[in-house]
């Protein structure tokens, strides 16, 4: 009777551990799916765009619609830099995209470093401030900003688009910040005992550890800027300093190009590639500076 008891324990054991298995493959497969269907969404009006950049003019409105434009018109990716100077448009947008990134980064992540480990009255409850500004629309600060840079005689110039990232971004720094508390005390301590400064100690020490945090940064400051269309709407007249979401729109109607839609789809997806380039070259460091910043707070 002992004998028959193990046994049928030994089977009991093995059943339950056999129903995990398969209750672990079952759940498995039932997140893969729901990943699977959430991408195939995702990227549903990405192939609509691609789809429609190769159709021709007609061919856009047909319904049904045709998934796969037959003959291709691979001419319409010319047809947007003859139509329009989409280069000159995409080097603008390079050039504040990268004026951008830089003011960003350096601004936000020395402001980040004081707020998380110089010692000065008031810095928490300045900190509190800073991050209240995130409340704000951005709609509140249009119209004063607007007169500012109409005094300082800097419309139709870059400056409004490149100025304001070299005095910090409240959430930039709010993530930096907690990015550095979790850097060890100790590392500093020992800079100190070497004689390093505090600016030494931010440049030679806890930038290169940040690389994660500082790609993030970088990359939700490039994306901003890049398809940023209502701030140069506001401050630039001229077509020749057009940036690419300016651009883009000449192909929703106007009166040089009119509503050419098979163009607008072309055009929104040679602007989408810088991104989904930068994206992919970057997106390991970029889910590193997303994660750890929520560590310690």
């Known amino acids: 009777m002992a004998r028959v008891s193990q046994l049928q324990a030994v089977l009991t054991a093995r059943e339950r551990l056999a129903t995990r298995r398969w209750r672990r493959r079952l759940e498995t497969a039932a997140s893969l799916l729901i990943i699977l269907v959430g991408a195939v969404i995702i990227m549903i009006p990405l192939a609509w765009m691609v789809s429609t950049s190769l159709k021709r003019p007609l061919d856009v409105y047909l319904f049904p619609p045709k998934w796969v434009p037959v003959p291709p018109q691979w001419g319409n990716y010319a047809e947007v830099f003859s139509a329009v100077p989409f280069g000159r448009y995409m080097l603008n947008s390079a050039f504040v995209s990268g004026m951008v990134v830089l003011g960003s980064v350096l601004s936000s992540s020395l402001a980040a470093y004081s707020f998380a480990r110089l010692r000065s009255p008031g810095r928490d409850l300045i900190f509190m401030v800073l991050l209240s500004t995130l409340m704000l629309p951005g709609a509140v600060t249009i119209v004063p900003t607007f007169i500012v840079f109409q005094k300082l005689g800097w419309i139709n110039t870059f400056k409004p688009l490149i100025v304001p990232a070299f005095f910090g971004n409240a959430f930039f720094i709010f993530l930096?910040?907690?990015?550095?508390?979790?850097?060890?005390?100790?590392?500093?301590?020992?800079?100190?005992?070497?004689g390093a400064s505090a600016l030494q100690i931010f440049w030679r020490?806890?930038?290169?550890?940040?690389?994660?945090?500082?790609i993030t940064v970088a990359i939700?400051?490039?994306?901003?800027?890049?398809?940023?269309?209502?701030?140069?709407?506001?401050?630039?007249?001229?077509?020749?300093?057009?940036?690419?979401?300016?651009?883009?729109?000449?192909?929703?109607?106007?009166?040089?190009?009119?509503p050419q839609m098979h163009l607008l789809m072309a055009a929104s997806f040679i602007a989408t590639l810088p991104v989904l380039l930068v994206f992919f070259l970057a997106q390991r460091l970029f889910i590193q500076g997303i994660v750890f910043t929520g560590i310690k707070g």
């Not at 800027?225 to 192909?251: K, R």
């Open 220 to 258: 939700f400051a490039f994306i901003g800027s890049w398809n940023d269309f209502f701030t140069p709407l506001i401050y630039i007249n001229s077509e020749d300093m057009y940036t690419v979401a300016l651009g883009i729109a000449n192909f929703q109607g106007s009166a040089r190009v009119g």
């Open 176 to 194: 930096l910040r907690q990015f550095f508390l979790t850097i060890p005390l100790e590392l500093e301590d020992a800079a100190r005992i070497d």
């Open 205 to 214: 020490v806890i930038l290169p550890l940040s690389r994660p945090a500082i």
